[in-house]
C-alpha cells in the first residue's frame, strides 16, 4: 500500500488494491480485463504472457540481484536429512501454478531422482505457503516447500513453531517475482506507471522501510526494464513440471492418506 501511494502521488492515478485467492485466478483477472497490474510469481507472468495479456512493469532488487528462493523444510526432529529422505514420506505444497510452492519445489525433487506422484507416500496441496507452513508445524506432513521469503515472513511475525524447522534443500535462484501490467492499457500509460516505480526511490516522501517486496521483505528498489531471458529458468522448471505430472499430483492429493 505505501509503494502505491507513492505511486499514485507521482502518475494522479487511483489504485485498488485486493488480494486474489489463485494465481490461476490473477490470470484470468488480467487476461479478462478485471485487473490492470499484478504482483505475482514467474510462472504466473508466464501463464499471462502466454495469453498475450501482460508484460513486466517492475521488478525489485535488493543487494544488486533481482532473485529468491524455494526451500524443502522439516520440523526440527525429523530424521529426513536430504531430499532422498523424502520417499515414502508426506509433503505438502501450495497452489499449483505457484513458481515457489510448486514448481520449482517438484522439480528440486525430479532432479534428485524422485517421481512426487509415485515416491510420496502422501501429497497435500494446501494452496498457500502459509498453509503448508501450518501443515509442517502441526505435524500433518513431514516437510513442507515454500519460499524462503514467506519463511522469514513467518520468523518476523513470530508464528510458534517456525523459527526451530529445518531447511533440507534450497532451490536455484528463482527470477523475482515482477509487478506485471495489462498489455491492453495504452503505451504511454505503460511507461508513466514504469517510471514511477522505477524511481520510487528518488521520491522526498518514500523511506528505505517503505520499499518492500514479496513476502514485506525490504528491498533496495525497483528497476522497469527487464531483461528478455530474466524469467529464462522459470520457463525450464515450467517445461520440466508439465500439465500431466500437475494432473498426477492433483489426483494423488485427492486421496486419503496413507498414515
Do not use: W
Not at 502459509?130 to 500433518?140: D, F, R, T, V
Amino acid at each position: 500500500q505505501p509503494i502505491f501511494n507513492v505511486v499514485a502521488r507521482r502518475t494522479g492515478l487511483r489504485f485498488d488494491l485486493k488480494v486474489a485467492q489463485s494465481c490461476g485466478g490473477v490470470v484470468e483477472a488480467m487476461c479478462n480485463n478485471v485487473a490492470d497490474i499484478a504482483f505475482v510469481g514467474p510462472v504466473t507472468y508466464l501463464q499471462a504472457r502466454k495469453r498475450g495479456c501482460a508484460e513486466p512493469l517492475a521488478v525489485a532488487v535488493k543487494s544488486g540481484r533481482s532473485v529468491y528462493y524455494a526451500g524443502l523444510f522439516v520440523r526440527p526432529q525429523s530424521s529426513i536429512r536430504s531430499i532422498g529422505d523424502l520417499r515414502g514420506k508426506r509433503v505438502a505444497f501450495g497452489d499449483v501454478n505457484s513458481t515457489s510452492a510448486f514448481v520449482f519445489p517438484i522439480a528440486m525433487l525430479l532432479d534428485a531422482g524422485i517421481d512426487p506422484a509415485r515416491d510420496l507416500s502422501a501429497v497435500r496441496m494446501t494452496g498457500t505457503h502459509a498453509n503448508s507452513l501450518a501443515a509442517l508445524i502441526n505435524g500433518e506432513v513431514d516437510a513442507a516447500a515454500l519460499s524462503f521469503d514467506s519463511y522469514d515472513k513467518a520468523v518476523r511475525a513470530d508464528v510458534p513453531g517456525a523459527r526451530a524447522l529445518r531447511i533440507i534443500a534450497r532451490s536455484d535462484p528463482i527470477p523475482y517475482p515482477p509487478l506485471i501490467v495489462n498489455t491492453r492499457l495504452a503505451a504511454a500509460l505503460r511507461g508513466r506507471l514504469r517510471a514511477a516505480f522505477e524511481n520510487l526511490d528518488d521520491d522526498a516522501g518514500v523511506s528505505p522501510a517503505m520499499i518492500r517486496g514479496y513476502g514485506g521483505a525490504q528491498v533496495d528498489g525497483y528497476v522497469g526494464h527487464v531483461a528478455p531471458d530474466h524469467f529464462a529458468p522459470a520457463e525450464r522448471k515450467m517445461a520440466q513440471v508439465g500439465d500431466a505430472l500437475k494432473d498426477e499430483l492433483l489426483r494423488k492429493s485427492a486421496e486419503r492418506p496413507s498414515r
